[in-house]
T-cell receptor, first 117, second 114 residues
Framework: AQKITQTQPGMFVQEKEAVTLDCTYD???????LFWYKQPSSGEMIFLIYQGSYDEQNATEGRYSLNFQKARKSANLVISASQLGDSAMYFCAMRGPAAGATNKLIFGTGTLLAVQP | DTAVSQTPKYLVTQMGNDKSIKCEQN?????MYWYKQDSKKFLKIMFSYNNKELIINETVPNRFSPKSPDKAHLNLHINSLELGDSAVYFC?????????????FGPGTRLTVL
Protein backbone atom coordinates (compact mmCIF):
# COMPACT_ATOMS: atom_id res chain seq x y z
CA ALA A 1 0.00 0.00 0.00
CA GLN A 2 1.10 3.51 -0.68
CA LYS A 3 1.86 5.81 2.21
CA ILE A 4 3.08 9.38 2.66
CA THR A 5 4.70 10.53 5.89
CA GLN A 6 5.21 14.13 6.92
CA THR A 7 6.89 14.16 10.33
CA GLN A 8 6.83 17.91 10.96
CA PRO A 9 3.41 19.03 12.19
CA GLY A 10 4.61 22.65 12.35
CA MET A 11 7.62 24.73 11.35
CA PHE A 12 8.79 28.29 11.85
CA VAL A 13 11.07 30.17 9.47
CA GLN A 14 12.33 33.74 9.35
CA GLU A 15 11.35 35.83 6.38
CA LYS A 16 13.90 35.65 3.52
CA GLU A 17 15.40 32.39 4.81
CA ALA A 18 15.09 28.99 3.15
CA VAL A 19 13.08 26.16 4.67
CA THR A 20 12.83 22.44 3.98
CA LEU A 21 9.62 20.51 4.54
CA ASP A 22 10.14 16.78 4.86
CA CYS A 23 8.22 14.07 3.04
CA THR A 24 8.92 10.36 2.84
CA TYR A 25 6.87 7.87 0.89
CA ASP A 26 6.36 4.17 0.55
CA UNK A 27 5.24 2.38 -2.59
CA UNK A 28 5.92 -0.81 -4.50
CA UNK A 29 5.14 0.85 -7.83
CA UNK A 30 8.01 1.64 -10.20
CA UNK A 31 6.07 4.48 -11.80
CA UNK A 32 4.60 7.13 -9.54
CA UNK A 33 4.27 10.86 -9.14
CA LEU A 34 4.97 13.09 -6.17
CA PHE A 35 3.23 16.41 -5.61
CA TRP A 36 3.26 19.28 -3.17
CA TYR A 37 0.21 21.40 -2.49
CA LYS A 38 -0.19 24.56 -0.44
CA GLN A 39 -3.34 25.27 1.56
CA PRO A 40 -3.46 28.83 2.93
CA SER A 41 -5.88 29.81 5.68
CA SER A 42 -8.42 30.72 3.01
CA GLY A 43 -8.75 26.99 2.35
CA GLU A 44 -8.01 26.42 -1.32
CA MET A 45 -5.55 23.74 -2.46
CA ILE A 46 -2.82 25.18 -4.67
CA PHE A 47 -0.57 22.92 -6.74
CA LEU A 48 3.10 23.83 -6.29
CA ILE A 49 5.40 21.26 -7.85
CA TYR A 50 5.56 17.77 -9.37
CA GLN A 51 8.27 15.11 -9.53
CA GLY A 52 7.96 11.94 -11.60
CA SER A 53 9.63 8.77 -10.39
CA TYR A 54 11.67 8.53 -13.59
CA ASP A 55 12.74 12.17 -13.62
CA GLU A 56 16.48 12.33 -13.13
CA GLN A 57 16.61 15.98 -12.23
CA ASN A 58 15.00 17.58 -9.22
CA ALA A 59 11.92 19.62 -10.11
CA THR A 60 12.01 23.39 -9.65
CA GLU A 61 9.25 26.00 -9.92
CA GLY A 62 10.33 29.50 -9.04
CA ARG A 63 11.19 29.58 -5.32
CA TYR A 64 10.09 25.96 -4.90
CA SER A 65 12.33 23.00 -5.49
CA LEU A 66 11.85 19.35 -4.75
CA ASN A 67 14.80 17.43 -3.30
CA PHE A 68 14.07 13.98 -4.68
CA GLN A 69 16.11 11.12 -3.24
CA LYS A 70 14.65 7.98 -4.77
CA ALA A 71 16.77 5.44 -2.88
CA ARG A 72 15.75 7.02 0.42
CA LYS A 73 12.16 7.47 -0.78
CA SER A 74 12.11 11.10 0.17
CA ALA A 75 10.69 14.13 -1.65
CA ASN A 76 11.39 17.17 0.45
CA LEU A 77 10.09 20.60 -0.54
CA VAL A 78 12.56 23.47 -0.33
CA ILE A 79 11.21 27.02 -0.28
CA SER A 80 13.88 29.62 -0.84
CA ALA A 81 13.67 33.25 0.34
CA SER A 82 10.52 32.71 2.43
CA GLN A 83 7.82 35.35 2.28
CA LEU A 84 5.03 36.11 4.72
CA GLY A 85 2.56 34.82 2.13
CA ASP A 86 4.18 31.39 2.33
CA SER A 87 2.55 30.84 5.73
CA ALA A 88 0.19 27.94 5.08
CA MET A 89 -0.33 24.20 5.42
CA TYR A 90 1.76 22.19 2.98
CA PHE A 91 0.76 18.73 1.83
CA CYS A 92 2.91 16.12 0.16
CA ALA A 93 0.99 13.67 -2.02
CA MET A 94 1.67 10.66 -4.22
CA ARG A 95 -0.20 8.92 -6.96
CA GLY A 96 0.44 5.54 -8.52
CA PRO A 97 0.88 4.88 -12.23
CA ALA A 98 -1.20 7.48 -14.10
CA ALA A 99 -3.91 5.14 -15.31
CA GLY A 100 -7.37 4.53 -14.01
CA ALA A 101 -7.86 3.35 -10.50
CA THR A 102 -4.33 4.07 -9.33
CA ASN A 103 -4.63 7.72 -10.16
CA LYS A 104 -5.86 8.82 -6.76
CA LEU A 105 -3.68 11.09 -4.64
CA ILE A 106 -2.56 9.76 -1.28
CA PHE A 107 -1.86 12.69 1.04
CA GLY A 108 0.37 13.16 4.03
CA THR A 109 -0.89 14.80 7.21
CA GLY A 110 0.58 18.16 6.29
CA THR A 111 3.07 20.63 7.75
CA LEU A 112 1.92 24.00 9.01
CA LEU A 113 4.54 26.60 8.09
CA ALA A 114 4.65 29.97 9.81
CA VAL A 115 6.90 32.65 8.32
CA GLN A 116 8.01 35.22 10.87
CA PRO A 117 8.94 38.82 9.96
CA ASP B 1 -11.31 32.52 -15.37
CA THR B 2 -11.96 29.97 -12.64
CA ALA B 3 -10.51 26.58 -13.60
CA VAL B 4 -12.37 24.32 -11.14
CA SER B 5 -15.43 25.79 -9.46
CA GLN B 6 -17.72 24.42 -6.80
CA THR B 7 -21.08 25.51 -5.48
CA PRO B 8 -21.98 26.22 -2.82
CA LYS B 9 -18.91 27.34 -0.89
CA TYR B 10 -20.66 26.87 2.43
CA LEU B 11 -23.48 24.51 3.27
CA VAL B 12 -25.14 24.36 6.68
CA THR B 13 -27.92 21.84 7.12
CA GLN B 14 -29.74 19.65 9.60
CA MET B 15 -29.12 15.97 10.20
CA GLY B 16 -31.23 13.79 7.98
CA ASN B 17 -31.46 16.24 5.09
CA ASP B 18 -30.34 15.56 1.52
CA LYS B 19 -27.94 17.97 -0.16
CA SER B 20 -25.91 18.31 -3.36
CA ILE B 21 -22.60 19.92 -4.23
CA LYS B 22 -21.82 20.85 -7.82
CA CYS B 23 -18.45 20.99 -9.54
CA GLU B 24 -17.45 22.28 -12.95
CA GLN B 25 -14.07 22.47 -14.66
CA ASN B 26 -13.15 24.47 -17.75
CA UNK B 27 -9.67 22.98 -18.20
CA UNK B 28 -10.79 20.41 -20.77
CA UNK B 29 -9.70 17.58 -18.48
CA UNK B 30 -11.07 14.07 -18.83
CA UNK B 31 -10.99 13.03 -15.16
CA MET B 32 -12.66 14.50 -12.10
CA TYR B 33 -12.46 13.64 -8.41
CA TRP B 34 -14.09 14.19 -5.05
CA TYR B 35 -11.91 14.40 -1.93
CA LYS B 36 -12.97 14.83 1.68
CA GLN B 37 -10.89 16.85 4.17
CA ASP B 38 -11.78 16.11 7.78
CA SER B 39 -11.48 18.32 10.83
CA LYS B 40 -7.82 17.28 11.25
CA LYS B 41 -7.10 18.45 7.71
CA PHE B 42 -6.59 14.92 6.40
CA LEU B 43 -7.50 14.56 2.72
CA LYS B 44 -8.88 11.34 1.29
CA ILE B 45 -10.16 10.35 -2.13
CA MET B 46 -13.83 9.46 -2.39
CA PHE B 47 -14.61 9.06 -6.08
CA SER B 48 -13.11 9.55 -9.51
CA TYR B 49 -14.72 9.72 -12.93
CA ASN B 50 -12.94 9.40 -16.26
CA ASN B 51 -14.96 10.48 -19.29
CA LYS B 52 -18.16 10.19 -17.25
CA GLU B 53 -17.33 6.66 -16.06
CA LEU B 54 -16.73 5.84 -12.42
CA ILE B 55 -13.16 4.53 -11.98
CA ILE B 56 -12.48 5.01 -8.29
CA ASN B 57 -15.02 4.35 -5.56
CA GLU B 58 -13.36 4.23 -2.17
CA THR B 59 -15.07 2.86 0.92
CA VAL B 60 -17.71 5.53 1.12
CA PRO B 61 -21.22 5.06 2.56
CA ASN B 62 -23.77 4.57 -0.20
CA ARG B 63 -25.53 7.70 1.06
CA PHE B 64 -22.96 9.47 -1.13
CA SER B 65 -23.75 9.30 -4.83
CA PRO B 66 -21.63 11.03 -7.45
CA LYS B 67 -22.99 11.87 -10.88
CA SER B 68 -21.12 13.05 -13.95
CA PRO B 69 -23.48 14.35 -16.63
CA ASP B 70 -20.52 15.22 -18.87
CA LYS B 71 -16.72 15.45 -18.71
CA ALA B 72 -16.81 18.98 -17.34
CA HIS B 73 -19.19 18.35 -14.46
CA LEU B 74 -19.16 16.15 -11.39
CA ASN B 75 -21.81 16.47 -8.72
CA LEU B 76 -22.02 14.90 -5.29
CA HIS B 77 -25.35 14.10 -3.72
CA ILE B 78 -25.53 13.14 -0.07
CA ASN B 79 -28.63 11.53 1.43
CA SER B 80 -29.63 11.43 5.09
CA LEU B 81 -26.80 13.65 6.27
CA GLU B 82 -25.07 12.70 9.51
CA LEU B 83 -22.97 14.73 11.93
CA GLY B 84 -19.85 12.88 10.77
CA ASP B 85 -20.34 14.13 7.23
CA SER B 86 -19.25 17.59 8.35
CA ALA B 87 -16.05 18.29 6.41
CA VAL B 88 -14.64 20.23 3.50
CA TYR B 89 -15.32 18.54 0.17
CA PHE B 90 -12.95 19.27 -2.67
CA CYS B 91 -13.51 18.63 -6.33
CA UNK B 92 -10.45 18.23 -8.56
CA UNK B 93 -9.72 17.52 -12.20
CA UNK B 94 -6.82 16.22 -14.26
CA UNK B 95 -5.94 14.97 -17.72
CA UNK B 96 -5.26 11.28 -17.37
CA UNK B 97 -3.38 11.01 -20.63
CA UNK B 98 -0.70 13.48 -19.61
CA UNK B 99 2.25 11.91 -17.80
CA UNK B 100 2.28 14.43 -14.98
CA UNK B 101 -1.48 14.15 -14.56
CA UNK B 102 -1.55 17.01 -12.08
CA UNK B 103 -4.82 17.36 -10.19
CA UNK B 104 -6.19 20.88 -9.87
CA PHE B 105 -8.55 21.54 -7.00
CA GLY B 106 -11.65 23.63 -6.63
CA PRO B 107 -12.06 26.05 -3.72
CA GLY B 108 -13.83 23.49 -1.54
CA THR B 109 -17.30 23.27 -0.02
CA ARG B 110 -17.47 23.46 3.75
CA LEU B 111 -20.38 21.27 4.86
CA THR B 112 -21.66 21.63 8.41
CA VAL B 113 -24.29 19.20 9.65
CA LEU B 114 -26.14 20.31 12.79
Amino acid sequence: AQKITQTQPGMFVQEKEAVTLDCTYDTSDQSYGLFWYKQPSSGEMIFLIYQGSYDEQNATEGRYSLNFQKARKSANLVISASQLGDSAMYFCAMRGPAAGATNKLIFGTGTLLAVQP
Amino acid sequence: DTAVSQTPKYLVTQMGNDKSIKCEQNLGHDTMYWYKQDSKKFLKIMFSYNNKELIINETVPNRFSPKSPDKAHLNLHINSLELGDSAVYFCASSQLTVSTDTQYFGPGTRLTVL
